[in-house]
């Protein structure tokens, strides 16, 4: 045991390298690829979260509509089968970052919020989707001095802007709601978040679709996106897809739209899982109301208890590669694994003995603003919905509907949003890119060790609107 304590490395040694999530026996089989031409009213090109609320929210408001939906992998492969399962009411990544940008409009942004994720419960109902959906809301915690200045001016700030929900926790009462020696002090949101197995709600989703006729294939990766009369066409390995309008929700991945391109930055994040803690376990932390937990650093972690009380614990590490390339070698990083198992056992010295059975990381479409952004392409015949920075397993619902209602062309209370309306900053174009990311990177880490202080680097983007602050 006190080797173990002192490596905790070796919790990793029988740990397999693939997603939790998707190493599960309710994983639904594949649907064939698309041999051949196509036609439909309504093409989606992505299988993850945002392309399928897209396809299920299109067959909901007009049974008729004839919608095919494309994936180069299987639904829910990547982001959505990766993430930590934290389902935000937000949909600017959260309610600092949607006062700083969109003051006006962040009664009606809360609001839309709140109502996009009792949408997304009532969806889980409507249709039986097992995805161990649990509004258990998410805790905040410093593990720094001044994390706590920091946590109560942000409670009497969500007071003042009439944001609800939001409880300040000191040290006694955030221990007794999870306990850790590190945790100083916590803020809880207590309505605003749910807990789900991501995996299962990508299946889940999947599902329904089929059920109401939307037409799926799978390992049929889109690409050369070109407009045709009366509509748009886009090419797969083995034929075509004709289609009169298309939504493209591909995340992380190359926008078909090129210019959209320099908005998108894909970042790697990773993940450990451990084996269930046994009663005794669990009883050392308490953690009973399993709210998912987060700490307020700026290399952060997030973690969470899954159904049969696994610790999910993730973050810190957030990786950029040179060229913003997407590829499958880049979703493992032992470093990282080692430096995470590390934090862990600091952060719950109570688990030392605890193993690890699955370690991964996949990539996170980042964006200047930090949520997501839309608009449309070729003449309004596509729209798009990219950028949610981690944060879109609730907010690509809400992104959906915008993009159909802007296939649709009309004027609605999301369309009309300023935060719809406008782009985020683009990326500078590489080496500046990767020198910017690796000096932001550099920053955030010196303002996390000295006293969240912000340097003229971290001060400069604030005031040109990138405000990495996460």
Known sequence: MATRAMNPARALSDASPRPYWLDDPARPPACPALVGDDHCDLLVVGGGYSGLWTALLAKERDPGRDVVLIEAQEAGWAASG??????????????????????AELTALEDLGRRNLDAIGATVARYGIDCDFERTGEIDVATAPHQVHELREAADKAASLGVSGHEFLDRDAVRAEVASPTFLAGLWNRTGVAMVHPARLAWGLKRACLRLGVRIHEHTPGSDLTARRGGVAVRTPYGRVLARRAALATNAFPPLVRRLRSYVAPVYDYALMTEPLTAGQLASVGWRRRQGL???????????????????????????????????????????????????????????????THTWGGAIDTCSRFSAFFGTAQRGRVAYALGYTGLGVGASRFGAEVMLDLLAGRSTERTRLEMVRSKPLPFPPEPVRSLGIG????????????????????????????????
């Open 294 to 356: 987060s700490d307020s650093a700026n290399h952060f972690h997030y973690f969470r208890l899954t159904a049969d009380n696994r610790v999910l614990w993730g973050g810190y590490d957030i990786v950029y590669r040179y060229g913003g390339g997407v590829r499958a070698e880049y979703d493992h990083h032992p470093a990282t694994y080692r430096r995470l198992a590390g934090h862990f056992f600091r952060c719950f010295p109570q688990l030392e003995g605890v193993r690890f």
């Open 82 to 103: 990766r993430n930590g399962g934290f389902c935000a009411a937000s949909l600017t990544h959260g309610w600092a970052n949607g006062a700083a940008r969109w003051p």
């Open 439 to 470: 000096i932001t990177q550099w920053a955030m880490t010196r303002a996390d060790e000295n006293g969240g202080r912000r340097n003229l680097w971290l001060r400069a983007l604030d005031r040109v609107g990138l405000g990495f602050d996460s």
